[in-house]
């Protein structure tokens, strides 16, 4: 079956270092991966998806590409803010008449001032 | 634009009986999704809707879980009778359509303990 593996948590950085969250997938298929984010208080929402190998998917600072060699969709964003502290999962859809998408564990992100 | 809207937020049951949550989703979206969010795991799609069809409910468990969506827009989720381990939060989400192209918003989600 199908199946997310991210690094655990939490995580924690000073601002404007460096962030690399890693997400490996297991999949029949060719799927689409995604990252959500998930505010303090808030529901889950998109962060970035990429479709199809080699594709890089952004928004907000934050990059991922797939990379169907590694089965990987690794979550980086060169300088991070206290406003980035959130929890983030990376998820995939296979389709073929499945939309519901399987989700990793999550990684609980904390940045310090 | 509202969002997916999801009612109670917070419910606190003993197990054996029985509870409800109701998802109004975004207006026009079609497809309809419950999840359920054991602490510390991702996301588990229970059900998907299709209008007022099933799609997907493979990983519902039917002798105490069923969910409806009468008239393909708001949507009721009920278990009974509930157990321990049905403590969670119940996810609803909606798009406009079936697949990748279509993201799915999520509403806020209810907690349930089960005690």
């Known amino acids: 079956g199908n199946s997310v593996t991210q690094m655990e948590g939490p995580v924690t950085l000073s601002e404007e270092a460096f962030l690399t969250i890693n997400c490996t997938y297991t999949?029949?298929?060719?799927?689409?991966l995604f990252w959500y984010v998930q505010y303090p208080g808030e529901g889950l929402q998109l962060l970035l998806k990429?479709?199809?190998?080699?594709d890089k998917g952004s928004n907000k600072g934050f990059e991922a590409t797939y990379r169907k060699e590694t089965t990987s969709f690794h979550l980086e964003k060169g300088s991070v803010q206290v406003s980035d502290s959130a929890v983030y999962f990376c998820?995939?859809?296979?389709?073929?008449?499945?939309?519901?998408?399987?989700f990793g564990k999550g990684t609980h992100l904390i940045i310090q001032p | 634009e509202a969002g997916v809207a999801q009612s109670p937020r917070y419910k606190i049951i003993e197990k054996r009986q029985s509870v409800a949550f109701w998802c109004n989703p975004i207006?026009?979206?079609?497809?309809l999704y419950w999840y359920q969010q054991i602490l510390g795991q991702g996301p588990k799609l229970l059900i998907q809707?299709?209008?007022?069809?099933?799609?997907?409910d493979s990983q519902l468990p039917k002798d105490r879980f069923s969910a409806e969506r009468l008239k393909g827009v708001d949507s009721t989720l009920k278990i009974q009778p509930a157990k321990l381990e049905d403590s969670a939060v119940y996810l609803c989400?909606?798009?406009?359509?079936?697949?990748?192209?279509?993201?799915?918003?999520f509403g806020p989600g209810t907690r349930l303990t089960v005690t």
């Open positions: 207006s026009g979206h079609a497809t």
């Open positions: 998820a995939l859809l296979t389709g073929g008449g499945a939309d519901g998408l399987t």
């Open positions: 989400a909606s798009s406009l359509g079936r697949g990748v192209p279509y993201e799915q918003y």
């Open positions: 990429a479709t199809k190998a080699d």
């Open positions: 999949a029949t298929g060719y799927p689409s």
């Open positions: 809707f299709q209008n007022n069809g099933v799609v997907d």
